[in-house]
T-cell receptor, first 116, second 113 residues
């Protein structure tokens, strides 16, 4: 079985300070992991993905995430927040390619607020 | 490619009416997903298809909901009869292979009054 837990429903940071959005997962299979971003009244956009290659993954807009198997975590970070980063972020887990039970399981989301 | 295309973008209907949501996946993608997003329940997977065949419909709320994929380039989600609690944003997404990322459409905002 798979599940994903986003540990914070809301995160508030000041512009220019680091961002940390936390995600823990549970998977019976070797997972693929993703982070998506959703701006208000918009669809979901892929930020980055981990698919069993490098454990440190770089994405768009300066975001990156590190896959830590020992901690079953896939936290999203950015060195310096920008006002345009204010949005909702979703951590997603699925079995890696080849598994018949392919389902994208979404976390509950973390709303990022960026203060001027 | 234009991405995943959903129509309509907005739908307002009266309770009891039939509603049909449409989705055109990215060409060549083997998987198609239907999700529902609400404030209370977040993003819920309703059903997904592989090569036009429904694989898992355990998320479909009840018999009022049905989904079809008559060919690789088109899918529908139908609600009949609609109820106010069906009000939500419905997203369609497609992906190339098992384990890969999904690409989402812009969603259909459904309001049932």
């Amino acid at each position: 079985a798979q599940s994903v837990t986003q540990l914070d429903s809301h995160v508030s940071v000041s512009e220019g300070t680091p961002v940390l959005l936390r995600c823990n997962y549970s998977s019976s299979y070797s997972p693929s992991l993703f982070w998506y971003v959703q701006h208000p009244n918009k669809g979901l956009q892929l930020l980055l993905k981990y698919t069993s290659a490098a454990t440190l993954v770089k994405g768009i807009n300066g975001f990156e995430a590190e896959f830590k198997k020992s901690e079953t975590s896939f936290h999203l970070t950015k060195p310096s927040a920008h006002m345009s980063d204010a949005a909702e972020y979703f951590c997603v887990v699925t079995p890696a390619r080849g598994d018949s039970s392919y389902k994208l399981i979404f976390g509950s989301g973390t709303r990022l607020l960026v203060r001027p | 490619d234009a991405g995943v295309i959903q129509s309509p973008r907005h739908e307002v209907t009266e309770m009891g009416q039939e509603v049909t949501l449409r989705c055109k996946p990215i060409s060549g993608h083997d998987y198609l997903f239907w999700y529902r997003q609400t404030m209370m329940r977040g993003l819920e997977l309703l059903i997904y298809f592989n090569n036009n065949v429904p694989i898992d419909d355990s998320g479909m709320p009840e018999d009022r909901f049905s989904a079809k994929m008559p060919n690789a380039s088109f899918s529908t989600l139908k609600i009949q009869p609609s109820e106010p609690r069906d009000s939500a944003v419905y997203f369609c997404a497609s992906s190339l292979v098992s384990g890969s990322e999904a690409f989402f459409g812009q969603g259909t905002r459904l309001t049932v009054v």
